[in-house]
């Protein structure tokens, strides 16, 4: 009899299991197929939420100059237009100075050109190669010809790329739009948000929404001490080896470290070429294996280790998600990456608090009083 009930109570205790085990996987299910469509219902809304995600990002710059313009006395729209106006024209300054200084140097790396160009030309008229003049016209005519051929998809090529800028100017221009809007509106959305949703679920949101506007901000600060520390390494790099336009080349490092992947590189390879151009071989190999080991040193370890620290996340989760989201959606995803996970780390830590908060335990009001506490009946031994 005391075998058959045990033999009853471990079939319960494993009937329990598996039903625990198959709740719990269904509610799983359910969890990543929302996930699963969260994710697909923003990629066929990409075209609107990016502008989003990039005037909230913008904001996140203009917004403690305007707070502070505000807390002088001028109104929301006036504030936002001045931020806006005046970070505009420090980024026109930027580029203009920059354009400036690579036309005054472009006779210096002209010149130089041309004396690379005869040097190659007697390199290669000597040995191993022993090549004549009429060979090289005849490798260059083979290299016209074959760009003839290529012609039609070059221009596809180029239309398509003419269509990637246009949508990129829109984009910008939207995202600026809705960054005036966010300056200028955003004290009064978490007011607005408490009245739409009520006051219990209102505070719950704009606390978490508060705590994402601070990660955003810390991402975009961790973001330029990253390519500010590129832009300082790679330009005393160009200096040192004697490379002309090094502080414009700087410049477009820091710059380009605010786009993932392709700026860096774009910089980089400018500043080899410049480096070959005009001071020979052996300095753009120079330079290009510091171009090489700073964005290594900057990707792998220094941008992890800044931005984990900055938005409570783990060297090696910021490194995984950069990669899951370029391999997902390309430089948009890996400039994104992070900060979404970010903000998705900051409403887990949140509901991890209120679920602690509401499960403490209960203490005994009656020990609070002083009264003793009752004792329990016990049983006749």
């Known amino acids: 009899m005391e075998r058959e009930r045990r033999w009853a109570d471990k079939g319960e205790a494993i009937g329990h299991g598996i039903s625990w085990l198959a709740r719990w996987s269904l509610r799983t299910a359910l969890a990543v197929l929302g996930l699963w469509m969260v994710f697909w219902l923003i990629g066929q809304l990409w075209v609107v939420v990016m502008p989003v995600l990039l005037g909230l990002l913008i904001t996140t710059v203009l917004w403690p100059p305007a707070r502070w313009l505000m807390s002088k006395g001028l109104n929301s729209a006036l504030a936002a237009s001045i931020v806006l106006v005046l970070g505009l024209a420090v980024l026109v300054g930027v580029i203009a100075a920059i354009s400036s200084s690579i036309a005054s140097g472009?006779?210096?790396?002209?010149?130089?050109?041309?004396?690379?160009?005869?040097?190659l030309q007697n390199w290669a008229?000597?040995?191993?190669?022993?090549?004549?003049?009429?060979?090289?016209?005849?490798?260059?005519?083979?290299?016209?010809?074959?760009?003839?051929?290529?012609?039609?998809?070059?221009a596809s090529g180029l239309l398509t790329g003419a269509g990637a800028v246009t949508?990129?100017?829109?984009?910008?221009?939207?995202?600026?739009?809705?960054?005036?809007?966010?300056?200028?509106?955003?004290?009064?959305?978490?007011?607005?948000?408490?009245?739409?949703?009520?006051?219990?679920?209102?505070?719950?949101v704009t606390?978490?929404?508060?705590?994402?506007?601070?990660?955003?901000g810390s991402f975009i600060r961790s973001q330029a001490v990253v390519s500010l520390i590129d832009a300082v390494f790679i330009g005393l790099g160009l200096v040192i080896l004697g490379v002309p336009l090094a502080i414009p080349l700087a410049a477009l490092t820091f710059l380009g470290g605010f786009i993932p992947i392709v700026g860096a590189f774009i910089a980089g390879a400018l500043a080899v070429l410049v480096a070959l151009v005009s001071n020979g071989l052996t300095t753009a190999i120079i330079m290009l294996v510091i171009v090489i080991v700073v964005q290594q040193v900057e990707g792998n370890?220094?941008?992890?280790?800044?931005?984990?620290?900055?938005?409570?996340?783990h060297a090696a989760v910021v490194l995984l998600v950069v990669t899951a989201g370029t391999s997902l959606y390309g430089i948009a995803g890996a400039f994104f990456s992070v900060p979404v996970a970010a903000a998705v780390a900051v409403v887990v830590r949140y509901l991890g608090e209120v679920i602690e908060a509401r499960s403490v335990p209960v203490m005994d009001t009656s020990q609070l009083d002083g009264d003793e506490p009752a004792e329990t009946e016990r049983s006749p031994e």
Do not use: C, M, Y
């Open 207 to 216: 606390t978490v929404l508060e705590r994402v506007w601070v990660t955003l």
């Open 106 to 119: 472009v006779p210096e790396i002209a010149e130089s050109a041309q004396d690379a160009i005869t040097q």
């Open 167 to 204: 949508s990129g100017v829109v984009t910008g221009l939207v995202a600026l739009l809705l960054a005036f809007f966010f300056v200028k509106d955003g004290a009064r959305f978490t007011p607005w948000l408490r009245g739409v949703i009520g006051e219990r679920a209102g505070g719950h």
């Open 301 to 313: 370890v220094l941008q992890p280790i800044l931005q984990s620290r900055s938005l409570r996340l």
């Open 125 to 154: 008229g000597g040995p191993p190669l022993n090549l004549r003049d009429t060979d090289l016209d005849r490798l260059i005519a083979q290299g016209v010809d074959q760009l003839r051929s290529s012609i039609g998809s070059i």
